[in-house]
């Protein structure tokens, strides 16, 4: 498949190119969006957040690398995921000993360096989710003994995530608990008729009880009605969207990137996209990670066990429901929430920890069988 080989066979070249090409358009993009604010506040240096991004894209493609080599296996050990989950916990709980960040503390603060832990937790849970299911293999038609346990431990890291004020990536992380657990051959009356509508009713309920989640949802609705306060942003991308037509601007040419759209190269990157590349840079984006998503599902069901189609689907899941949520929140298909666009908006524990998740995948990719499996499980 690749002619890039290692002890145990070949990389998936297709996952590479996909996620080389999105890394690619990331760091050109965040160069793009950043580079006018970035020379206001940082004495003319309108390259600062652009470096920043490209330090950490070489050192999660050093991440990725070693994972790549690193045998997936091992964290299958009991032992080591006990320890992930423990200094994850702790990680998750330190974030209330630093100041917070617009009403959230989501942050670990190291001088200029911050890590935000909820990036980690996601592909924790997705870890210890591959193990424990696997080894529960017998009990997964279970309700009580297959099903709870599973959402017990997802949801006591989603609660914690939850608690930093950040109900977007606690979502994430249940929905890819639910995914895993519809995969490993959960029933489907347990997962659609008791674990979804349950879902859906503590995410309406989280959403109603915090004031500016509600606001979040009503400025959803109609945007213009709080154009300058709640609404704005949401506009803003509704604008950079309107004004790139077909073709775009061109390349640096987004005028909402110049004071109008709040840190445009985080969460809204993808309508900056779409003001200087137009619809047809917006297609190659959702094409490619539509790609990348087809080949993270051929990797899991190429799995050479149930242990690697388990953590292949848990990984491909993250980076897909960020995506779908992040570009439907830029175009106005869902209230705002901040769910960075992997490997394109800017953020270091973001990315750093999305490619070193890659490198899981891609070893998981050097040791697949030659034919999918037509059942994952019997």
């Not at 320890?83 to 917070?100: C, D």
């Not at 200029?112 to 591959?130: R, T």
């Not at 959403?207 to 704005?232: C, M, Q, S």
């Amino acid at each position: 498949m690749v002619k890039q080989r290692g002890k145990n066979g070949s990389v998936d070249i297709y996952l590479v190119y996909a996620v080389m090409l999105l890394l690619a358009v990331g760091i050109i993009m965040v160069y793009s969006a950043s580079s006018y604010v970035d020379m206001i506040n940082h004495n003319g240096n309108s390259a600062y957040t652009f470096t920043r991004q490209l330090i950490f894209a070489t050192l999660g493609c050093i991440a990725m690398y070693i994972m790549s080599r690193y045998d997936y296996h091992r964290l299958k050990n009991k032992r080591l995921v006990f320890i992930l989950m423990i200094i994850t916990v702790i990680l998750l709980f330190a974030v209330f000993l630093f100041p917070g960040v617009n009403g959230a503390k989501r942050w670990i603060m190291l001088g200029p360096l911050s890590f935000q832990p909820s990036e980690l937790a996601k592909y924790v849970v997705v870890i210890y989710l591959s193990m424990a299911l696997t080894n529960n293999m017998k009990n997964i038609t279970s309700f009580w003994k297959g099903i709870v346990p599973a959402l017990m431990m997802g949801g006591i890291f989603a609660a914690i995530i939850l608690s930093q004020k950040n109900l977007s990536i606690a979502s994430v992380t249940l929905i890819v608990t639910f995914i895993m657990l519809f995969v490993a051959g959960g029933r489907k009356k347990h997962l659609f008729g008791i674990v979804a509508p349950a879902m859906l009713c503590a995410a309406t309920t989280f959403t109603l009880i915090e004031p500016y989640r509600k606001a979040r949802l009503l400025n959803f609705i109609n945007p213009w009605k709080d154009a300058a306060g709640n609404g704005y942003q949401l506009i803003q991308s509704f604008y950079a969207l309107g004004a790139g037509g077909l073709t775009g601007l061109g390349l640096g040419q987004s005028r909402q990137k110049t004071l109008y759209m709040p840190e445009p190269h985080n969460d809204f990157i993808f309508a900056i996209i779409g003001e200087e590349l137009g619809l047809v840079g917006c297609i190659v984006i959702i094409a490619l990670f539509i790609f990348f998503i087809i080949t993270g599902i051929r990797i899991a069901m190429r799995a050479k066990d149930n242990y690697g189609t388990l953590l292949a689907i848990g990984i491909t899941s993250i980076i897909a429901i960020q995506a779908i949520i992040n570009i439907a929140v830029v175009t106005g298909s869902m209230p705002v929430t901040g769910v960075p666009l992997p490997f394109i908006s800017y953020g270091g524990s973001s990315l750093v920890v999305n490619l070193m998740a890659m490198g899981i995948l891609m070893n998981i990719s050097r040791q697949i069988d030659k034919k999918p499996k037509k059942v994952l499980y019997k």
